[in-house]
């Protein structure tokens, strides 16, 4: 696939660029609400979770989300603009320390920081939640995409709802 | 037996006066006011009542350990060598620490304070002081100082059928006739013997007073009005066949339902969230299989602090820990059986996506309570309406009841002396 070979033959300086940018567009697409679009940073077998960090260290396998598909990364998406009865909120993703771990050619290993601040009316900003990014991206159509992405965080006590995606 | 409020470490009864309508009205200084919440820990998660605080599975071996909390109290739950399970005041008898600082792990044969170093056994005995005898001849404990009279508060506990129960009282019930034979029925159903095996845990703090979380799932009729997911889906309808129970005091209750019949007529026009054209894009979120005879729901309300949920293929202990008047942590600890197929388990955690902070239909109910609190703490003298299905309580066979709330302050009151 050509498009692969583009990503293979980067170099390291190169890829990070890539990445960044990849990153900061699935900040953006969240932070301004774009909930239709963020299915499409992922593959259609894919898996997403939020994670307690003291599920994750201890091998259990309860995830706060959890989506097995994009299919239901859109029902997600069907919860926010349709079901779901919440207040109104804003959300703020931070990402940093991005680090590639390794790259075999297929699977692309990553680890970032991550840092959501939430303000709610009435209220100051708020850290909302803090933790890693445990993602695996391939290559689809010309563009890198999550396979996998775990949100693992660190502060086990939500404040309140957990409502748009990290 | 006297009156289950007569404990010794039952305080002072707060100084108010409640509406004269009755159980029909709820104050709403009742939510956020000091001293209704210290009258509260001393009558109710310090009196003689039985909290949830561990599921067995959780200690499997001797050492193994939980930190958790009775209303605020900060306890541990411990297994001994012999199998036997203590529950402990997590706070250093010498000079107040909270020793246990980690939710679960494994102690080995006794607990150490990290300040002084006194050191307890398993059952909350002290075992060790040191400097006790001083250093070279000078200092030390005095000559009568007795161990015995120093070790850690102890609780009482009581199991069933692997959850594990506490309780601050010097006298309390039987668990067994505390839940009542309606509660034990509904208890015994999903606890029946079977090891349990935890899935992992959820925790949120929520900005309510910790009674909204009772009122919310001791109210049936809420869930097919607010939770458009659960309409939507056909999961949860007013005209699904349920009912509404309590134990003979009121304090304990379960909204049950199950499936039956239902398509959209005259008669739930009323529930403008119903929305016919919904449909899954994975369906696989949606695949609940019977497990449990005759109900699909259980939600059981058991007095002060726990709600067990069977909704479908989930399973959960929601454990309610009081954070002051305005605010409480549910920490939820989902479960399944240690002999589920792994098509069982894989289902119980994808309909976990329902439940908890992120909830499909649970994060409903935590921005509601918000809300809730939000209008309810400005305003203390006003009172809420609760006359749904009458002014008074029985066990009813629909869901359009306040009744087991109703039920829950006609026992809270007497406890209250409110």
Partial sequence: MAAAERFLGMGAR???????????????????????????????????????????????????????????????????????????????????ALRVLGWDGEVLEVRANYLAVETLLDELTRVFNAGQYRDRLVVEGGRLKFREKLCVFDSLLVPNSLIYPL | MSAPWSSPASGPAPRREWPSEGIARVPYWLYSAPDVYAAEQARIFCGPSWSYVALEAELPAAGDYKRTFIGDKPVVVVRDQAGAIHCVENRCAHRGVQFCQRHLGNTGSEFMCPYHQWTYDLAGNLIGVPFRRGVKKQGGMPPDFDPKDHGLRKLKVATRNGVVFASFAAEVEPLESYLGPTMLALFDRVFDGRELEVLGYSRQLIPANWK??????????????????????????????????????????????????????????????????????????????????????????????????????????RQLVTKGPTAFELAWTFFGYKDDSPEMRRRRLRQANLMGPAGFVSADDSEVMKFSQDGVQPYPDAAGVMEMGGRDWREEPHMVTEGAIRSFYDYYRKVMEL
């Fill in chain 2, 212 to 317: 909204l979380m009772f009122e919310n799932i001791k109210d049936p009729y809420h869930a097919s009005l607010l939770h458009v997911f659960l309409v939507s889906f056909g999961l949860f309808r007013a005209d699904q066949p349920s009912k509404v129970v309590m134990d003979a005091t009121g304090r304990h209750g379960a909204l049950i339902s199950w499936k039956g019949e239902q398509k959209k007529t005259d008669a739930n026009a009323d529930m403008k969230s119903l929305k016919e054209d919904f449909k899954l894009h994975d369906p696989r979120l949606l695949d609940p299989v019977r497990e449990f005879p005759e109900y699909t729901v259980v939600m059981g309300t058991y007095w002060p602090n726990l709600i067990v949920q069977q909704q479908s293929n989930t399973l959960a202990m």
């Fill in chain 1, 14 to 96: 190169e890829l990070r660029l890539e990445l960044e940018e990849l990153y900061a567009d699935y900040s953006a697409c969240l932070d301004e609400e774009r909930f239709e679009d963020w299915p499409e940073f992922f593959t259609d077998e894919c898996l997403y979770k939020i994670v307690p960090r003291d599920n994750f260290e201890r091998g259990l396998p309860l995830a706060t989300w959890m989506c097995e598909s994009k299919a239901m990364l859109r029902d997600r998406v069907v919860m926010i603009r349709k079901t779901a009865v919440y207040g109104p909120r804003w959300i703020r993703r931070m990402t940093s």
